[in-house]
């Protein structure tokens, strides 16, 4: 399998929305539904691209909690996707929380699908390519006391031999906030257009399967808030060993950004540098900026230019997006 850069300007979809309805709340009882729906006009990097309307985001949840005791709860949450016409059911899962965090099983994200700073919404080169960030068979404890904070997750797919550990470690003081990722993944399978010609809505898939990648890598990132100015910063490096072509590839990634809020509008600015060792190398360097409009606690506009050019010209274009953003 061959990997290029151009890969990290795919960005994941964002994960499910949070919860802002409550259906019931009594004897011990609570239910939460929350939802997403975001509308993009959007041109990206691509040379002679054509500017299109895009559904970005369209998201249904539904979570629990039942009181067992003072100390213990049960908790469950499932998740449904419908950026295009299929509905996809992405979240399945049940466990427990209390005063020692969140032990859940089932369906579910892993932990590294919170990994990245970016504060783009379309036009930064991507985060870590993890390729692999959700199974439905997985289990996730999740910690936080409000100073330090930890997290580990694992995924095991006895049908395609896939496994996955990752996890995360965290430290916050006054405004800073310093955190580490790490992810060990077997026989994973790659991300990008099938080989035989056959799409998907014409969008990379992923095609799990035992002739996959074993990939592993790790993400620093430092955030530091000061009244209305949040700046931050990051470093990761990720290794693909394919096991069918015996080939490896290294990518290091880096991110600088910051962003100034002023009431209820927030201008943020960004680099990105992406370098590729493997043995069809690129190298790209990526600027963003973007002016968000909170127009209500459930509602959000944007505008966002970004810039973006590689080694092997495969990118070199000004891209825009301007979208809409409403939860509940």
């Keep these: 399998m061959k990997k290029s850069l151009l890969a990290l300007a795919v960005l994941t979809a964002a994960g499910s929305a949070n919860a802002g309805i409550n259906l019931y709340d009594a004897n011990g009882v609570k239910v939460d539904l929350s ?32 009181a067992v005791s003072e100390n213990l709860n049960v908790v469950s949450g499932t998740a449904f996707k419908y950026e295009s016409r299929d509905l996809q059911n992405y979240e399945l899962w049940a466990g427990f929380s209390g005063d020692f965090g969140t032990l859940t099983f089932g369906r579910q994200l892993l932990v590294s699908d919170d990994s990245g700073i970016g504060k783009d919404y379309e036009l930064g080169a991507a985060q870590l390519n993890w390729v692999q960030t959700e199974g439905d068979r997985v289990a996730k404890y999740v910690y936080d006391n409000g100073t330090f904070y930890t997290a580990v997750s694992h995924e095991m797919d006895n049908k395609n031999s896939t496994t996955i550990t990752d996890g995360r ?62 700046l931050a910063a990051s470093f990761g490096q990720i290794e693909y060993k394919d096991l069918t072509e015996k080939t490896k590839q290294t990518i290091d990634l880096y991110e600088i950004n910051g962003s100034y809020k ?67």
């Design 35 to 66: 939802g997403a729906v975001e509308v993009q006009l959007y041109d990206n990097f691509e040379k002679h691209g054509d500017s299109t309307i895009r559904l970005d985001d369209g998201d249904l949840a539904l979570n629990a909690t039942v």
């Design 169 to 230: 470690v965290g430290f916050r003081t006054g405004g800073l906030d310093i955190r580490a990722y790490g992810y060990d993944g077997k026989r994973i399978g790659y991300q990008g257009l099938v080989e035989s010609g056959d799409k998907v809505d014409g969008k990379p898939v992923v095609t799990p399967g035992k002739d996959g990648d074993d990939i592993r890598g790790y993400n620093l990132e430092a955030q530091y808030a000061m009244g209305a100015i949040n």
């Design 262 to 328: 002023i009431d209820n509008t927030t201008m943020a600015l960004g680099y990105v540098r992406g370098e590729n060792e493997g043995d069809h190398g690129n190298v790209i360097n990526n600027v963003y900026a973007n002016v968000t409009q909170q127009l209500h606690s459930n509602v959000r506009a944007y505008v966002e230019i970004g810039y973006a050019d590689d080694k092997n010209n495969e990118l070199e274009d000004f891209g825009y997006v301007a979208g809409l953003e409403v939860k509940f």
